[in-house]
């Protein structure tokens, strides 16, 4: 061995293998003076920059440096194991107590290496995770609060809200308002014989709209008169086909007359007295126009929930990938709706993070750019990804991968401000050119026109 070489094995002797790890809320709590400078020089060039924000709170720094920062920290076996006796959680948060054990890349696995006794489906083994890293994994509200949170999940047709919600974010323990499952619940009622076509045109008819969408066509009244009247149709009828573009519409407009929205929000407020124990919620919204968000916002600030805890994420998907998946899903929207809502989320977006952020909305604010090359899966240890099994649980479909990370954007954080824009402004505008219909420009988001409203 030469001298160089003798030099390089002490230093590793003694320091172990120095390693990147990314600051997390627990670590900056617990780091000295020193630490933070230390982190902070990961994201800033200047120590005196440094000096600037090393007595702040993890909530005080600015925006970014909570998601970039890094320190090195020697690798020897008391760090390897300083984390024994703390608990270990699969990825969909549940607590494993069984036993585990450590891959060459320092992960842990549940069970043992030869797929036995692990917590996935037939005692195979899977990645286990301390809740931090669940934490930073998943946008989570008021720190996974079991009651008391509202989250508007807005975004055009076919832009994966759903899975999103499933992927992306802290959704355990919401109540989701679906609309396709309240036209799915209207289908049923009508093959039960307890609805009917000429029952709701009689009552509810009277309002729709006899007005053309912007883009021309037929009103809604004319659309139901034509394709639902006209056609003998009935509710059961329309619902058993969403293949067709005509029906979709259909079912929407019937769904939108009978106020069932609304009528959700009341169900799931009646008899919850107490402020401390109101249900989380998950509105899943397309957000075309700004009073899709104030005119919820309105009755539930009114019946006790705190607008810090009222939060937005917009669900931002490539739209020409959006149709190309809704000519493959079950039910397809058609092309001018579409275009609608993907268009109408963008200004509705825009307008809110860059003018009039509406009242109540005080919680936090994110967009994730849902597109499949900036989404990460677990693997195996050959490589493979790893997949869910459908069960009684989770009443999947089918199976799926099971995702390790996203690309988001934090715009507001809860309680606070808006993020200043030279950190986040440029990214969406990028994010928005590259992703939307080209038919949005950003004069139109800039100078807004009264139809957002």
Do not use: C
Not at 127 to 142: A, C, N, R, V, W
Not at 173 to 180: L, M
């Amino acid at each position: 061995m030469n001298l160089k070489e003798h030099i390089q094995s002490e230093i590793k002797s003694q320091l172990g293998e120095a390693r990147s790890k990314k600051v997390t809320k627990q670590m900056w709590a617990k780091m000295d003076d020193d630490k933070k400078i230390d982190a902070l020089l990961s994201v800033v060039k200047d120590p005196d920059d440094a000096e600037k924000y090393f007595d702040k709170k993890w909530n005080e720094l600015p925006s970014g440096f909570e998601r970039d920062m890094t320190i090195y920290e020697s690798v020897n076996e008391e760090q390897i194991d300083e984390k024994e006796g703390v608990p270990h959680y699969t990825t969909d948060g549940t607590e494993w107590k069984g036993e585990v054990h450590k891959m060459p890349d320092d992960s842990l696995m549940s069970g043992n290496p030869h797929d036995v006794n692990g917590s996935g489906p037939d005692g195979k083994s899977e990645k286990l995770y301390h809740k931090e890293d669940l934490d930073e994994k998943l946008i989570t509200f008021s720190n996974r609060a079991p009651y008391g949170q509202i989250v508007f999940m807005a975004g055009g047709a076919g832009s994966g809200k759903g899975f999103a919600i499933d992927n992306f974010i802290d959704s355990a323990g919401f109540k989701v308002r679906d609309v396709d499952e309240m036209k799915k619940a209207v289908g049923k009622l009508d093959q039960l014989g307890k609805f009917s076509v000429d029952k709701w045109y009689k009552k509810y008819g009277k309002k729709l709209s006899d007005k053309p969408g912007k883009s021309g066509g037929l009103s809604p009244k004319a659309h139901v008169e034509e394709f639902v009247l006209g056609k003998g149709m009935s509710i059961s009828d329309i619902s058993k086909d969403l293949k067709n573009p005509n029906n979709v519409a259909s079912l929407h407009y019937i769904v939108d007359s009978m106020g069932l929205k609304d009528k959700w929000v009341i169900n799931m407020l009646s008899g919850k007295t107490n402020k401390e124990t109101l249900p989380n919620l998950l509105f899943d919204i397309t957000a075309k126009k700004v009073s899709s968000i104030t005119d919820v916002i309105k009755p539930l600030i009114a019946n006790g929930y705190d607008s810090k805890n009222v939060h937005l994420i917009w669900v931002l998907k490539n739209y020409h990938a959006a149709v190309e998946a809704n000519t493959e899903r079950k039910r397809v929207v058609p092309s001018d709706i579409l275009l609608q809502t993907h268009e109408g989320a963008s200004k509705t977006m825009w307008e809110i993070l860059t003018k009039i952020k509406p009242k109540g909305l005080n919680g936090r604010i994110d967009v994730i750019l849902n597109n499949n090359k900036f989404t990460a899966n677990f693997v195996d240890k050959n490589g493979k990804e790893i997949q869910v099994e459908p069960n009684q649980m989770n009443k999947l479909k089918k199976a799926q991968p099971v995702v390790s990370g996203f690309k988001s954007l934090p715009i507001k954080k809860q309680g606070g401000g808006i993020i200043p824009e030279k950190y986040w402004q440029g990214i969406l505008k990028g994010w928005i050119l590259s992703n939307t219909p080209d038919t949005i420009d950003f004069e139109e988001l800039e100078n807004p026109t009264k139809d957002t409203k």
